[in-house]
Every structure is written in structure tokens, then in C-alpha cells.
């Protein structure tokens, strides 16, 4: 009984910290783009904690019904990273662009819940063909693995040199984590993203490297509604925020199926549990809007995750992201939690992205991959990571709606893969 007992507390930690390490790396990489003060970013975090917690119970409970961990999207930290420079170049205040940003998040939240509410999620499930889910998630994982080596080497906000001491910290946990992922016995293998980050925040302690909680907070504090203000709309966002829900249903897709392949839990019919993920997200996107954060979606890297762990009960999964979402009114265990240094947890989850890359491949190498595939294949990466490598001011001629799209590399290889697919017949 105490053996099962043990297991059980340690699985709910082992998903509380995953639900933690998603959550507390992006809001840290936002508050650096948009040059948020230090309080504006512990309350975004504070915002984050409980809708990443109420968004991953909804979804376990009654969505899709599997232990995929919700978080910020790392696709729509991309759309924030090029709004914001096109901010910077436009003479746009932060604030406008925020705001923009929440009144995207509701339509895309709208057309997510229409999609899946309705059934017609499954007339666009044609679309995504094992190749299409495949190189979705190989370009998003490659996409971050840009902004999470980044957050490695400490270059968050307007740092331009990396702290090598940081730098060193994070890349052995990242060699920690895989190395116990793949050889780690019994125990040591199933909590090897826990035993990486307590590792790594123990030698940033041991290095003086720890930073301290604020002296006075109060004990309970609710999360504010609207915090960059009241959402905006614009026909640039409308265009962007359409085209993106594509984009959000093929990350829907990716997540469910990668979790299955490794958590075959669900025996329902593949329909019911797409309809529900779906619609639920379209409620997760309006709640993120409500309270000021990133999108959030069900992430992927879930199902490295399970793969590196084992965890696999949604029992645990589910109490993880109550304890996640109630913490949020308690302002000494947010400030506490966000001192998580963020190249630690940014090393966490590059290491689960490792996993996620196999994944990729192992689903587009579910169909042949005869001469057409690999052609579209290759067009989409090379134009995707291409777009990644280009200078800011390579789209600034033309018009900001197009900007939004154009700079994407992830939507626009997305909607590549999906486009050539669909019109390229054997």
C-alpha cells in the first residue's frame, strides 16, 4: 500500500513539474520580447499556472480524454516573436500588440470551437496525412530549438551574451535527462525530467546563481481578467488568426496521435475523442484570452514525455493539474516556483523534444516514402527553416497582415505540406 502510495504521489510530481516546465519557460521568453517588467512577468506566470491547469483538466476530463499536458503554444509564441518586431518597426506600442494578440486568441478560439462542436474538424481531417502531421511536428520541434538553446545559454530579454556558467548548467541536465531516459534503471529512468531539474537548480544554488523571493506578498491574490487591456481586431489578425487555426488543429492532431502511439489508453472511436479535443480548445483559447496569456494547446511533447517517464494514468495527470491550477491564488508558491531558473527549464524541455523528433519521423515514415513524398518533404523544410534564418526587415515592404503569415516558418511550411499534399496526386 505505501509502495503504491509512493508511486502514485510520485507520479502527480512527476506531471506537476512537467505541467511546470512547459508553463514557466515561455511567459519568461514573452516578457523579454515585449520588455515586461519583472512583476509583469510573475503575474503572466501567475495567469499561465492556472490557465495551463484548468485547460489540462478540461481536456483529460472530458476533451480528448488523455494525459496530454496543455501549455502555451510554442506556435503562437512564434506569431507573438514576429508581432512584436513588426511592432518595433511600426512604431506600435507593446500594448496594442498584446491586445491584438488576445482578440486573435478569441477568434481562433471561436473557429476551434465551431470546428469541433459541429463534427467539421473531420471535414479537413484529410488533410492530415501521416506526412502532414510528421512535418508539423519536426519543424515546430526545430523551430524551438532555436528559442529553448536560446533560453539555455541565458539570452532571454536584452541580454545579447551568454552566460557560460548558465550555459553549462543547462546543457547538463539536458545530458542528464537523455542520458537517464535511455539508460536510467527502474525509478531513475521513470523520473528522469525531475532528477534533471532538481539537479540543475541545486548547482545553480550551490553557484550563487539562485535569485530571491520578494520579503512581502499577500496570501492569496486572484489572477486579473484582461491584463494587457481590452482585446483589438484588425484584419491582419482576423487573416492570421483563420489561417493559424489550421495550424492549431494539426497541432491537436499531432499531440493525440503521438500520446496514442505511446499511451494507447482510449478505445473510443477516433472521431468522438478529435471533436472533443478540439471544441475544448476552442474553450482553452477564449480562457487564455480572458486572462492575458499564450495561447494553449495540447502539447505534443507530451508524448516524449510519457515515453521518457512511463506516466500513463490520467488519475495523476489529473490531480497534477489541479494542484498546478490552485496554486495560482497563492503568490508565495508562484514567486517561489517561478524562481525555476528558465535555461533549467528550457533544458527540460528541449530533452523532451528529443523524443518528439523520433515521433516525427516515425510518422511520416508510416506511408512510403517514395519519390513524391520526399520531394514535398524537402520543399516544406527548406522553405520553413529557411523563412527562421531570415533577417527581420526582410518582410517590412509589404503589408502587416502578410507580414504575420510570410514570417512564420511554421505555417508556412504547414500549409505547404497540406497544399502539395492535396494538389500533387500519385
Same mark, same amino acid.
Given at each position: 500500500?505505501?509502495?503504491?502510495?509512493?508511486?502514485?504521489?510520485?507520479?502527480?510530481?512527476? +506531471?506537476?513539474?512537467?505541467?511546470?516546465?512547459?508553463?514557466?519557460?515561455?511567459p519568461?521568453?514573452?516578457?523579454?520580447?515585449?520588455y515586461?517588467?519583472?512583476?509583469? #512577468?510573475?503575474?503572466?506566470?501567475?495567469?499561465?499556472f492556472?490557465?495551463?491547469?484548468?485547460?489540462?483538466?478540461?481536456?483529460? +476530463?472530458?476533451?480528448?480524454?488523455?494525459?496530454?499536458?496543455?501549455?502555451?503554444?510554442?506556435?503562437?509564441?512564434?506569431?507573438?516573436?514576429?508581432?512584436?518586431?513588426?511592432?518595433?518597426?511600426?512604431?506600435?506600442?507593446?500594448?496594442?500588440?498584446?491586445?491584438?494578440?488576445?482578440?486573435?486568441?478569441?477568434?481562433?478560439?471561436?473557429?476551434?470551437?465551431?470546428?469541433?462542436?459541429?463534427?467539421?474538424?473531420?471535414?479537413?481531417?484529410?488533410?492530415?496525412t501521416?506526412?502532414?502531421?510528421?512535418?508539423?511536428?519536426?519543424?515546430?520541434?526545430?523551430?524551438?530549438?532555436?528559442?529553448l538553446?536560446?533560453?539555455?545559454?541565458?539570452?532571454?530579454g536584452?541580454v545579447?551574451?551568454?552566460?557560460?556558467?548558465?550555459?553549462?548548467?543547462?546543457?547538463?541536465?539536458?545530458?542528464?535527462?537523455?542520458?537517464l531516459?535511455?539508460?536510467?534503471?527502474?525509478?531513475?529512468?521513470?523520473?528522469?525530467?525531475?532528477?534533471?531539474?532538481?539537479?540543475?537548480?541545486?548547482?545553480?544554488?550551490?553557484?550563487?546563481?539562485?535569485?530571491?523571493?520578494?520579503?512581502?506578498?499577500?496570501?492569496?491574490?486572484?489572477?486579473?481578467?484582461?491584463?494587457?487591456g481590452?482585446?483589438?481586431?484588425?484584419?491582419?489578425?482576423?487573416?492570421?488568426?483563420?489561417?493559424?487555426?489550421?495550424?492549431?488543429?494539426?497541432?491537436?492532431?499531432?499531440?493525440?496521435?503521438?500520446?496514442?502511439?505511446?499511451?494507447?489508453?482510449s478505445?473510443?472511436?477516433?472521431?468522438?475523442?478529435?471533436?472533443?479535443?478540439?471544441?475544448?480548445?476552442?474553450?482553452?483559447?477564449?480562457?487564455?484570452?480572458?486572462?492575458?496569456?499564450?495561447?494553449?494547446?495540447?502539447?505534443?511533447?507530451s508524448?516524449?514525455?510519457?515515453?521518457l517517464?512511463?506516466?500513463?494514468?490520467?488519475?495523476?495527470?489529473?490531480?497534477?493539474?489541479l494542484?498546478?491550477?490552485?496554486?495560482?491564488? #497563492?503568490?508565495s508558491?508562484?514567486?517561489?516556483?517561478?524562481?525555476?531558473?528558465?535555461?533549467?527549464?528550457?533544458?527540460?524541455?528541449?530533452?523532451?523534444?528529443?523524443?518528439?523528433?523520433?515521433?516525427?519521423?516515425?510518422?511520416?515514415?508510416?506511408?512510403? $516514402?517514395?519519390?513524391?513524398?520526399?520531394?514535398i $518533404?524537402?520543399?516544406?523544410?527548406?522553405?520553413?527553416?529557411g523563412?527562421?534564418?531570415l533577417?527581420?526587415?526582410?518582410?517590412?515592404? #509589404?503589408?502587416?497582415?502578410l507580414?504575420?503569415?510570410?514570417?512564420?516558418? $511554421?505555417?508556412?511550411?504547414?500549409?505547404?505540406?497540406?497544399?502539395?499534399?492535396q494538389?500533387?496526386?500519385?
Amino acid at each position: 500500500m505505501n509502495k503504491k502510495y509512493f508511486n502514485t504521489s510520485f507520479s502527480i510530481l512527476q +506531471w506537476f513539474v512537467f505541467l511546470l516546465a512547459n508553463a514557466i519557460a515561455l511567459p519568461i521568453i514573452i516578457g523579454g520580447i515585449f520588455y515586461l517588467s519583472i512583476e509583469d #512577468i510573475s503575474t503572466l506566470m501567475q495567469r499561465t499556472f492556472l490557465v495551463v491547469g484548468v485547460s489540462s483538466f478540461i481536456q483529460a +476530463w472530458f476533451g480528448h480524454r488523455y494525459p496530454i499536458a496543455d501549455g502555451p503554444a510554442g506556435s503562437w509564441v512564434s506569431i507573438f516573436v514576429i508581432l512584436g518586431q513588426v511592432a518595433m518597426h511600426q512604431g506600435q506600442s507593446a500594448k496594442d500588440v498584446l491586445q491584438l494578440l488576445e482578440g486573435g486568441l478569441i477568434i481562433a478560439g471561436i473557429l476551434l470551437f465551431v470546428l469541433g462542436i459541429t463534427g467539421l474538424v473531420h471535414r479537413i481531417l484529410r488533410l492530415f496525412t501521416p506526412l502532414v502531421t510528421g512535418t508539423f511536428l519536426l519543424i515546430l520541434s526545430l523551430q524551438l530549438s532555436g528559442v529553448l538553446l536560446k533560453g539555455m545559454m541565458g539570452l532571454q530579454g536584452a541580454v545579447t551574451h551568454p552566460d557560460y556558467t548558465t550555459a553549462t548548467i543547462a546543457l547538463f541536465v539536458f545530458a542528464l535527462i537523455t542520458f537517464l531516459s535511455i539508460k536510467g534503471k527502474g525509478w531513475m529512468k521513470s523520473y528522469a525530467v525531475l532528477l534533471g531539474i532538481s539537479c540543475g537548480w541545486l548547482l545553480y544554488a550551490v553557484l550563487g546563481k539562485s535569485s530571491h523571493m520578494p520579503s512581502h506578498t499577500p496570501l492569496v491574490k486572484l489572477p486579473e481578467l484582461f491584463s494587457w487591456g481590452t482585446p483589438r481586431f484588425d484584419i491582419g489578425m482576423t487573416l492570421t488568426a483563420t489561417l493559424f487555426t489550421f495550424l492549431l488543429v494539426a497541432n491537436t492532431i499531432a499531440a493525440i496521435s503521438a500520446v496514442k502511439q505511446v499511451a494507447p489508453l482510449s478505445k473510443e472511436h477516433e472521431k468522438q475523442t478529435l471533436n472533443r479535443g478540439v471544441w475544448v480548445g476552442g474553450i482553452s483559447h477564449i480562457i487564455s484570452s480572458l486572462f492575458s496569456t499564450i495561447g494553449i494547446v495540447p502539447l505534443p511533447a507530451s508524448a516524449g514525455f510519457i515515453q521518457l517517464t512511463g506516466q500513463k494514468k490520467v488519475k495523476s495527470f489529473l490531480i497534477a493539474s489541479l494542484i498546478l491550477a490552485g496554486i495560482s491564488f #497563492i503568490p508565495s508558491i508562484v514567486n517561489f516556483i517561478s524562481l525555476l531558473p528558465g535555461p533549467i527549464a528550457n533544458a527540460a524541455l528541449l530533452a523532451t523534444f528529443v523524443q518528439v523528433i523520433g515521433i516525427s519521423f516515425q510518422s511520416i515514415l508510416r506511408e512510403e $516514402l517514395n519519390q513524391r513524398r520526399l520531394t514535398i $518533404l524537402g520543399i516544406s523544410l527548406l522553405i520553413s527553416l529557411g523563412i527562421m534564418f531570415l533577417p527581420e526587415s526582410a518582410f517590412s515592404g #509589404i503589408p502587416s497582415s502578410l507580414q504575420y503569415v510570410l514570417s512564420n516558418g $511554421l505555417l508556412v511550411g504547414t500549409m505547404l505540406v497540406i497544399l502539395l499534399e492535396q494538389f500533387w496526386k500519385e
